[in-house]
């Protein structure tokens, strides 16, 4: 038992750890929490906010993570040199540790109006806070609506323990202890979540011919696919990808299977899936194909001012996999443009899948050619909101939902 808890502790080798500190009795537990991830490897830099400057001194915590602690938003020489976007962007994972019930409340609602609360807004990564306060503070109807929000948009809550506040009251709102936040850190960097798991993704468009020059294909970039093989291959997995022509390389050690027709892709879905554990559907697959593609090239004839296109409909790859008697875990992507949710849902249904990934492709911003995305995980027990964040750091918060599903 003890040798895998230090196992998982060497996760934290390396990692960019951003601490931030809130007014809490419990601010003191900061010094400790340094000290181990320290420790551990970690590089630390910390954040604290004006009132948990009471409890301890930015001097103690930046004499032990050997870095200058962040107390200002608008203070020139550091801006200069890591402002709050630079601290964001550093951060592989930022931790509230201790959180009070008023930083609950400020980032559930989204305020921006010191460093601590604008460099999460500006925050893109997995967000963990360990809450500390009073018991009845923890158990205000209104602390509880903002820590359900909060968890819903993916934050990890780690706490709070239970037992003798420093009130003198008996109940739950302890922060937990450092040890306990150190093993939760550790699990978000656990990079054998998939060892020993095959994962099959499409991606992509297709292309279907109309004759040898022409054919009907989609506006796909493949990015979302091809992310998503790097973040499953990062997380341990074996990992086939199916794609349609793209311009994007393939991450090393991903099987790469290159086709053009959803008829192409369908054969080499069947063929890889067999001993798939999760298939994952990213790819634009032509609904329809032109019935009769041309040996020949097409000539424009003067006479005809209008032609048409007779077109047969292509095999959902989605749904066979999802009607395979042995199947994998089986995960569908849902373009919307209009009532998001509830198409989604019903994607999830029709499809007999285990999980949608739901997203707004009206949206310039997000979607199809870029970078980023904002999309819903929908499961038949939970929707999970993952708010605008780049294509890698979202294809991790998949892979990490999808494996502790399988768990
Ligand atoms: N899909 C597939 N094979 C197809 C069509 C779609 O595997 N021939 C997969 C996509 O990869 C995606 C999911 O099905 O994961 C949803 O595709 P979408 O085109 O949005 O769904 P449709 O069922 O075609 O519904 P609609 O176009 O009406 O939204």
Same mark, same amino acid.
């Given at each position: ?20 500190? +809130? ?32 409890? *301890? ?20 020489? /550091? ?5 709050? *976007? ?39 990564? +997995?967000?963990? %806070? ?33 037992? !003798? ?8 709102? #302890?922060?937990? !202890? ?13 990079? !054998?979540? %998939? ?19 022409? @054919? ?46 959803? !008829? ?24 329809? #194909? ?5 040996? /020949?090239?097409?000539?424009? %004839?003067? +006479? ?14 989605? #749904? ?51 970078? @980023? ?32 599903? %399988?768990?």
């Amino acid at each position: 038992m003890k040798s895998l808890f230090l196992k998982k502790l060497n996760y934290l080798t390396n990692k960019n750890i951003l601490l931030a500190v +809130t007014g809490g009795i419990a601010a003191y537990k900061s010094a400790e929490i340094v000290r181990k991830l320290k420790k551990e490897g970690s590089n630390v830099r910390v954040v604290m906010t004006k009132s948990s400057q009471e409890f *301890i001194t930015p001097l103690t915590l930046q004499a032990l993570s050997g870095n200058p602690v962040k107390i200002e938003l608008l203070d020139p020489k /550091s801006e200069e040199a890591m402002g709050h *976007i630079e601290l964001s962007r550093w951060a592989d994972v930022m931790l509230i540790a201790p959180c009070t019930a008023n930083t609950v409340a400020k980032l559930a609602s989204g305020e921006g109006d010191d460093l601590l609360s604008t460099v999460t807004l500006a925050y893109e990564g +997995t967000l963990i %806070l360990a809450p500390a306060m009073n018991q009845v503070m923890w158990r205000d109807a209104r602390t509880q609506k903002n820590i359900k929000k909060l968890k819903k948009e993916g934050t990890i809550i780690c706490g709070p323990a239970s037992g !003798e506040q420093a009130c003198g009251e008996v109940g739950p709102g #302890r922060m937990v !202890e450092p040890e306990e936040i150190l093993k939760n850190l550790s699990l978000i960097f656990d990079t !054998e979540k %998939l060892s020993g798991k095959k994962v099959l993704i499409t991606a992509g468009p297709t292309q279907e011919p109309i004759d040898p020059v022409r @054919y009907i294909s989609n506006r796909s970039s493949g990015k979302m696919g091809f992310s998503l093989a790097e973040a499953a291959l990062e997380a341990g997995a074996k990992v086939v990808l199916i794609s349609g022509p793209v311009s994007l390389d393939c991450p090393k050690n991903v099987h790469l299977v290159k086709i053009k027709t959803a !008829e192409e892709m369908l054969k080499s879905v069947m063929h890889h899936v067999k001993d798939s554990d999760i298939f994952i559907s990213t790819a634009a697959v032509a609904d329809y #194909r032109p019935k009769f593609p041309k040996e /020949s090239k097409i000539k424009k %004839l003067r +006479t005809k001012k209008s032609i048409s296109l007779e077109m047969n409909e292509t095999t959902d790859i989605l #749904r066979e996999v999802s009607n395979l008697k042995e199947k994998p875990f089986v995960v569908g992507f849902a373009a919307e443009t209009d009532n998001l949710l509830k198409n989604s849902q019903e994607k999830l249904r029709k499809k007999k899948l285990d999980l949608v990934v739901g997203n707004d492709v009206s949206s310039e911003e997000i979607g199809f050619d870029s970078d @980023y995305n904002e999309v819903l995980l929908i499961t038949n027990e939970e929707e999970i909101f993952v708010k605008k964040c780049s294509k890698t750091i979202l294809s991790r918060k998949i892979i990490k939902f999808i494996s502790n599903k %399988l768990k």
